[in-house]
Structures are given as C-alpha cells and as structure tokens.
C-alpha cells in the first residue's frame, strides 16, 4: 500500500503502477470518502485555487503527470526561443524610433512588472486556480506582442512591455507554482530547471534568428510571429490540467467551500478586491514605477532632475513605497496580504529575498542592458554573435544549475552551494572588469561570461529552494513569487540605474571625444545603434565612440562589482536545512490503496 504524499512523494500525487481508469477512479472515490472528515476542515481553510490543485493531485496517474512535465517543458521551449530572439530585436526597434538610449527605460518597465506581477499571479492562481491563471498570462502575452509588433512610436511599444512582462512572468511563476505543487524538496531542484533547460538550445538558435528575421524582414515579424506560436505550445498543458480538473469534479473531489452562498455583486467584487488584495498590487506597483522610471526619463530631458514632473514623481513613489508595508501589515484592509511579510521575519527567506536582490541588480550592471550594443560597437561583433555571447549566461547558467541540482538531491543540503556560486559569480565580474577591453580576444570576452553564468547557475536555484522550504505549502505560491519579486526589483533598478548612467555619460563623452565635424551627429549617434554602427572601425569618430562606450561600461562593471559585496555574507545566514527532514505545516498523507 504505496504512501502517496504531497511533500514526500518522488512525484506529488502520481500513481506508482498503471492502472485501468475504472479501478482508478473507485479507488479516488473510497479514499475521498474515508479522509473527507479529516480533511475537510484543511481544505475549506485553503483558498478555492490550492483546493482545486489540491483535489487534481489526487488525480494523476504516472502517465498524465509525464505529459503535463513535457507539456511544461513544450511552452518552456516555446517562451525561452521567443526571449533569446526578441533580446536582439529591443535595440533596433528603439533605434527605429531614434530613442536607443531608452533600451534601459524598456528593460525598467519590464523589470517592474515582472516585479509587482508576481504576487498577484500567483494570489489568482491560489484564488481562481492554476488552469485559469496559465490562460490568463498567455491572453496577457498576445497582446503584448501585437502592441509590439503594431507599434509606430516608443510611447507604444514601452507600453506594450506591459502585457508582454505581466504576461511572460505569470507564466515564470506559474511553471514554478505548478511544479512546487507536484513534487517533493528533494526532487524540486531539479524539476525546477525543466523550464530552464531549453537555453541550452534556444541560446544559440535565437540569435541566428533574430538576425535572419532582420535580413528578411523587420523587428515587427519577430514580435508578430510569437501570436500564433505561443497558444500552440501551451496547448498540451492546458488540456491536461483542464481534463485533470475536471476528472476531479466528477469525482466529486473538489467540492464547494462549506462557507459559500449567493452573493450580491458588491459582496463579490469586494471579496475579489481582499483576496487579490488589490490596493496592496496598486501601492506597490506605483511605489515601484515612479522611482524607477524617472531614473532614466531624467537623464534624457533638459533640466534633468530638477523637471517638476519627475521630482513628483519621486516624492509620490517614495509616499506609495511607505505605505506599502502599512497597508500589508493591515488585517483590516489586507486580511489576505500580495505580500507575506511575516515570511520574512524567517532568517533564510529574508536572506534569500535580498540575496536574489543583489545578485541580478549586479547582473544588470554588467551583462544587461548594455552589452549586446557594446558588443556590437566595441568589438565589431554581429547581430547572432553579440546576441549569443550575451545569452552565455544562461547557457551556463542552466548547465550550472542542472549540476547542482544533482548535488542537492544526494547531498540533501544546499547552502554550500549558495556561498560557492556567490564566490564564483563576484571573481567572473571582477574578470570581466579586467578582461572586457577593446580589443579583448573572442576567449576573453566568452570565458568572463562563462564564469558568471557558472556562479549565478550555482546561486539561483539552491537560494530558491531555501526559501520555499521555510515555507508552508499553502505559502509555497507566496514564499516563491516573494523570491522572484525580490530578483525582479533588483533587476529593476540595476536597469534604472543602468541607464541613468549611460544616458548621462555617452553623450557627455561622446562630445568629448568626437572630432569636431562630426560633433553635431552626438544627438543621433547616442539615439541609434545603426548610426554608430556606420562609422569604420579604425575611422577617429569611430575610435572616440568606441571610448565612451568602453569608459561607461567599465563604470558599470565597477558597480556591479561593489553591489556584489554582501552576497556571501547573506549565504551564510540562510538556515543550512537537512532537506530530507523537512516537513511542510500541511494536512496529513493521503494513502491510496
């Protein structure tokens, strides 16, 4: 009599031998019935999303669950080649619209919404269940994509990062939920790659692309194409998970809350607003997008920071950032918070949160924004040849990841591997600091970022995984999207301060620098790659171009180094779990004969 669990099993719920459908479902219905009376209380306490997953868990067989982990990796493989193709295409849709210097402000939007979308996303996929939330962020993601594709100004296409980042990271936290639902700790680490492992293809092929896409082409079929793609990859997960719920229903399995009856609309709309914890989403993704976004809007206006309407734009951020927290901390006004604060006042979930903060704030100072342009201008690289050095780290970054997951499962500990990665990734970006020259050879250049896709390989799974396991499975949703937003907010003013600092110094060294004739050109030479691009390697005006922009990478590169000073010492404080011995705050096993 196997003992199926949902936090020890191999795989959560699935059925260890095949069997006929008919035995399968009398077996559901008599255990159903026979743990009713214990579980009935757990599960009218859990919102109407983690019952209905709940409930489907109980449903899977052996087979069904192997198609829903490949339907998982399908629209992984999916989403991963559209973001290594679309990487190379930002720069020249802005240079389209002569703003390129606003690559940065393009990346800050996504940032944020990637930062504040997480929480809800996974508050609608407690709320609503999994099933509707993957449709939701997939309907998000074409419209992005169309506002892209359709866009004929930089007002346009900077909005339409929007729908694309709310959808591409609902999708991000929405393979993760799913996953943390199926599977055990120790088996988590690993199951938890399965949407990274497509880098290790699509880094290579997405590039050469892009490039094709705008020899044969415009940047616009490359956002446009993905319309069609992307609903046809997600396809076999969607059916899965549908049939799987609705298997669940007819077995009775998910059943109405006990608490719930008619309500008036007003009844619905506020128990919507409180468990979505509205104000909470709109504090939040306020505070962070008005101090933010004027940290690049301000360096491409005339009076810089002493414009009226960016200084009102920082005061009323810094309100919204202030009330935030009060606002969450409220059981009146948020008795369903966006963010668990009390995960925080664990030592390995408020070290692991700031951790992933510093750790891609550092990676937004040194391999994003810029690179791909530097590349391009510096070190005469191609489209395909600039874009797949700059996806090295995720190339090795997955093979990293993928060892240490490994390690993790046999080890059964995963902090060590957390200090090792941290060393690892600040001694790549020192290299790169040292190596990253004009003039640097091809294996500079590529070994640099090897070694930094190595150490973050190494830090950002194991620091995951140590926040999910201070966490219940009821919080398992919440402790993650509180990690990714974390990553995502640090991402979010990397790329702010990114390009407060480009938009500040190009043009300024650009004047410096430039041969006198062609100083009048500073303006469109800063606004678009192509015009930079024009200039022969060797030529004084391309010489002085390529100086600005290696002085303002190397003080980029210097940032990065100084943010990366604390990660060691927060690996240290995270608790070193045995992760074998965990055990989640969750209802008792459920035994299926």
Known sequence: MPLLDARDAPSYGT??????????EEQLLQNHHETDGELSDGLDEAQEGVRKIEAINMTWTTRSLMIAYCSIFLMAFCTSLEGQTVASLSAYATSAFSKHSLVSTVL??????????????AKIADVFGRFEAFCLSILI??????????????????SAQIFYAAGSTGLQILQQVFIADSSDLLNRAFLALLPEFPFLITVWLGPTIADAVLRSSSWRWGYGMWVVILPAAFLPLALSLLLNQRKARRLNLIRPSRRKRKRSLAAVIRKTWYDLDIGGLTLLSTAVTLLLVPLTLAANTKQGWQTPSIVIMMVLGLVCLVATPLYESSKKLAPKPLLSLHLLKQRTALAGCALAFWYFMAFYFSVQPYLNSYLQVVQGYDVGTAGRVTQTFAFTSTIAAFGVSILIKYTRRYRIFVTIGCVV????????LLCRQEGATHFQVLGTQILVGFGGGLVNVPVQLGVQASASHQEVAAATAMFLTSMEMGGAVGAAISGAVWSHLI??????YLPDEVKPQVGEIFGKLTKALEYPMGSPARHAINRAYQETMNR??????IVTIPLIPLSLMMTNYKLDQVRHRDPEPIVLI
């Not at 043009?507 to 410096?512: A, T």
């Open 108 to 121: 800050v939007i996504q940032n944020v919404v990637n930062a504040v979308i997480k929480p809800p996303m």
């Open 556 to 561: 980029l590169l210097t940032f990065s180094i």
């Open 141 to 158: 993601y074409i419209l992005g994509y169309v506002q892209m594709a359709a866009s004929n100004n930089v007002q346009t296409y900077a």
């Open 15 to 24: 059925i260890s031998r095949e069997e006929d459908s008919a035995y399968e």
């Open 425 to 432: 990734y600040m001694v790549g970006i020192a290299l790169m």
């Open 507 to 512: 043009p300024r060294k650009l004047y410096q």
